[in-house]
């Protein structure tokens, strides 16, 4: 499955952004879908995951309250809302795919496939 992150861009702080990843290639029905961010000399990290059913959000403390994580499998698309956004948002927002994983996790290890990443940037 190839994955297209995009909706990124430059914001200010307090801002929203819905950052989308369109899947070719096959269905996502059967994927927990994934956002992950990286900033330069970061490991990347997790950012928020939904379960194949569109079911079980799971969030990073830092952006739980302030992003919604969901899909729309007939549109073989995620998207990620972020609201209130911060300087600590600033990172390329990475979308990634797992194949039916019994329960959303949070680690990248269990993501098979990636995006190229949206750079966001959160001015002060």
């Known amino acids: 499955v190839q994955l297209q992150a995009s909706g990124g861009g430059l914001v200010q702080a307090g801002g929203s952004l819905r950052l989308s990843c369109a899947a070719s290639?096959?269905?996502?029905?059967?994927?927990?879908m994934g956002w992950f961010r990286q900033t330069p000399g970061k490991e990347r990290e997790f950012v928020a995951a939904i379960n194949w059913r569109g079911g079980s959000p799971l969030y990073a403390d830092s952006v739980k309250g302030r992003a919604t994580i969901s899909r729309d499998n007939a549109k073989n698309t995620v998207y990620l809302q972020m609201n209130s956004l911060k300087p600590g948002d600033t990172a390329v927002y990475y979308c990634?795919?797992?194949?039916?994983?019994?329960?959303?996790?949070?680690?990248?290890?269990?993501?098979?496939?990636w995006g190229q990443g949206t750079q966001v940037t959160v001015s002060s």
């Open positions: 990634a795919a797992a194949w039916m994983l019994p329960t959303v996790v949070p680690a990248t290890g269990e993501y098979n496939y």
């Open positions: 290639g096959r269905t996502i029905s059967s994927y927990t």
